[in-house]
């Protein structure tokens, strides 16, 4: 006899369909519309406009080299043909980190605050983080249809975890001394985490947001197996039709956006390092 757990899956995602399938269609509604204004808004503005804002952003948060590569990363990407595909894949990125941090950078202060919550959440965050990525496509694509929306709500699971557990690991570092301190100036639960918790724990928590950005992109060729567009679609095109050239092209401008994204996301956690020491 066989234990059909596979089975007892489809049951219970079909209950959730059943009863919260309004919650779902109205979740793939807000992230849809909220997605497509943010992508109308970076491609109705001239490309070398937005070149010149990532290459200022890059200055400003890390460094000349870090800004003198963007400008020729963005412009090779932009001579490619694939400047489009590129803001698709940028968009989907950061609508996905969004969520990923308003849900996970919560979750790990409750689980930094509650022991029982953390004995309880660490369990799912493994098992999230040893899923194969692929088979986060089969209950997004069941909860929200194809296309962008299931690509970036797969995006979100896989990416949340270090969200989670760096924001719990920054908080737990704090030093029990400096919570005394503030505990003796008579400041509240909210005064402590605000002034002097999450101050001294943004190094870690910038660490979980490169990584969240990190690993979003690593699922931008996966995602496109189930509508999601931008450059994971121009690689999946390229596998399909035998096409090594369009494939590598689109390849290298995913490379070239996780390295902007890296190295700007790496200034910021080393001058919150700076001004947390």
């Known amino acids: 006899m066989y234990i059909r757990i596979g089975a007892i899956v489809?049951?219970?995602?079909?209950?959730?369909?059943?009863?919260?399938?309004?919650?779902?269609?109205?979740?793939?509604?807000?992230?849809?519309?909220?997605?497509?204004?943010?992508e109308e808004i970076f491609l109705a503005l001239p490309p070398l406009i937005i070149i010149l804002l990532f290459?200022?952003?890059?200055?400003?948060?890390?460094?000349?080299?870090?800004?003198?590569?963007?400008?020729?990363?963005?412009?090779?990407?932009?001579?490619?043909?694939?400047?489009?595909?590129?803001?698709?894949?940028?968009?989907?990125?950061?609508?996905?980190?969004?969520?990923?941090?308003?849900?996970?950078?919560?979750?790990?202060?409750?689980?930094?605050?509650?022991?029982?919550?953390?004995?309880?959440?660490?369990?799912?965050?493994?098992?999230?983080?040893?899923?194969?990525?692929?088979?986060?496509?089969?209950?997004?694509?069941?909860?929200?249809?194809?296309?962008?929306?299931?690509?970036?709500?797969?995006?979100?699971?896989?990416?949340?975890?270090?969200?989670?557990?760096?924001?719990?690991?920054?908080?737990?570092?704090?030093?029990?001394?400096?919570?005394?301190v503030g505990h003796s100036f008579g400041s509240n639960p909210w005064q402590m985490l605000l002034k002097i918790k999450l101050p001294l724990a943004l190094p870690a928590i910038m660490t979980g947001i490169n990584q969240s950005i990190m690993l979003s992109l690593s699922m931008v060729v996966i995602a496109s197996m189930i509508g999601a567009s931008g450059l994971g679609a121009q690689v999946l095109n390229g596998i399909q039709r035998m096409e090594i050239g369009v494939g590598f092209e689109a390849g290298l401008a995913v490379v070239i956006l996780a390295i902007i994204l890296d190295r700007v996301t790496s200034g910021i956690s080393q001058s919150s390092d700076r001004v947390s020491s």
């Open 10 to 38: 489809e049951k219970f995602i079909d209950l959730l369909l059943l009863y919260f399938g309004g919650f779902f269609e109205m979740v793939s509604q807000v992230v849809g519309n909220f997605m497509a204004q943010t």
């Open 55 to 180: 290459v200022g952003i890059a200055w400003f948060l890390a460094d000349k080299k870090v800004a003198t590569f963007t400008l020729v990363g963005l412009l090779l990407i932009f001579s490619m043909g694939l400047w489009v595909p590129t803001i698709q894949t940028f968009v989907l990125v950061f609508v996905a980190t969004v969520i990923s941090l308003l849900l996970g950078i919560p979750m790990g202060i409750l689980m930094s605050n509650n022991d029982f919550l953390d004995k309880l959440l660490t369990p799912v965050l493994d098992f999230m983080q040893t899923m194969p990525p692929f088979v986060y496509l089969i209950p997004a694509v069941m909860f929200f249809g194809i296309g962008n929306v299931p690509g970036i709500m797969a995006t979100v699971i896989f990416s949340m975890p270090p969200a989670i557990r760096l924001t719990k690991l920054g908080l737990s570092q704090v030093p029990s001394e400096l919570e005394e």
